[in-house]
């Protein structure tokens, strides 16, 4: 269960008495140091025409603990030909329901208008249409959004808070909760199921009973998503800065099998190994730094290539053509089940077959394996190895002296090894 939101603590306790309506409050609590400044200044800009304007979705769920939102969305009754009028740097996209993104500088805010609530048209043949394309009332938007906790809206010109679902109580008790029937809203669009357990990850939170019980029957349809949308969905349980709880949860929830193999080897050194390499994930995103998903993928499944490795080493008698033979099998068994990009494959195949070669004694070999383009990425592969017991850590220490030394120095631990 979440701890309570610090922000949210002594004003709970005052909540009745601050409402002015039953769902617009005073809302003194968020630090407006933490909301982009073109954000505000987006808002003002409607204000000062007539327009309501609030920031909307995640970004108010993330002020609310007291995170700095990577994103600000903003949400209004003006229709997009009124905001795109009213910003110079702005462009207006979507072919059905158009939206408009503000531009400043490397910043864009997203400002869309009010959206109704889907309407079902019956056709003389039995068949439903969604009307889905209009303009609404700020009901209706927080009407259509996923979770209660996505669906408070915020004005920074008025510290008002607006929340029609009580997002508010859900977010201070822990509580992830979908409006409206749960099984209904997740066979509109069941990526839901995802992002339900991407933010209770994120935000130590949990599914209430009545949300989570139709997922069972609901998660077979995630596979008639688009695969580039569900690709998408899949990898920002990883590389956005909590993958080991996401990991965790997705083993928990049996959503980890629906896209990846599960490991042949069930032994804490794979789980320790896995854990490793998502900690270090979120450290380099939480510090800003780069993370290829290939290098993600490639320590998802090498606990797939690793047995068989091993295995068809004493049928092969050939190391590299037992290594090779592995990875090809696993990769087609992983493309059967959720297919991963080319581009990502390719560099996991580099990755995994770079490994031998760290053991291998021959001076040359040291060199031409330290120019190699992916080296740095299979580099930090073997050190996860290290880290878990699959290597000898002597390995990962001497290649990380030799790395560090210069040219004298790397002749002189050459020449060592020549001599053993």
Known sequence: MSPTPLILKSFLKKFKK?????????FKKIDINLISINAIKTIDILEENGFEAYLVGGAVRDLLFGIKPKDFDVVTNATPDQIHHLFRR????????????????????????????????????????????????????????DFTINAMFYSPTHQKLVDFHDGLNDLNRGIIRII????????????????????????????????????????????????????????????TGHALDSYRIMQNENIYTQFFLA??????E?????????????????????????FLFSFLL?????????????????????????????IE?????????????ITMKEIWRLQPRFENQSPKKKYRLLLHPRFRAAYDFMLLRCESNQLDTKIGEWWTTFIDADNHEKSLMVKKLTLK
Request: aromatic share 10%; with cysteine; glycine share 2%.
């Open 18 to 26: 601050s409402k002015k309506s039953n769902f617009e409050i005073d």
């Open 90 to 145: 702005s462009r207006m996209i979507g072919r059905r329901f158009k939206l408009v993104h503000v531009i400043y500088g490397r910043e864009i805010i997203e400002v869309s208008t009010y959206r109704s609530l889907q309407k079902e048209i019956a056709q003389p043949d039995r068949f439903i249409v969604i009307d889905d394309n209009h303009y609404g009332t700020i009901e209706d938007d927080a009407m259509r959004r």
């Open 180 to 239: 409206g029937n749960p099984e209904k809203r997740y066979q509109e669009d069941p990526i839901r199921i995802l992002r339900a357990f991407r933010v209770c990850a994120k935000l130590n939170m949990s599914l209430n009973d009545t949300s989570r019980e139709p997922i069972k029957k609901i998660v077979p349809l995630l596979h008639n998503i688009p695969h580039s949308r569900l690709f998408d969905e899949v990898i920002k349980f990883f590389l």
């Open 263 to 268: 490991s042949l080897i069930d032994s804490k």
């Open 270 to 294: 794979t789980n320790l190994f896995i854990e490793n390499g998502l900690k270090n994930t979120d450290f380099r995103i939480n510090n800003d730094k780069s993370c290829n998903p290939s």
């Open 302 to 330: 090498w606990h797939q290539v690793y047995p068989l490795w091993n295995q068809y080493k004493h049928e092969l008698k050939h190391s590299i053509a037992a290594l090779n033979q592995a990875i090809d099998e696993i």
């Open 333 to 345: 068994k992983q493309i059967k089940l959720f297919p991963i990009h080319k581009r990502f494959t």
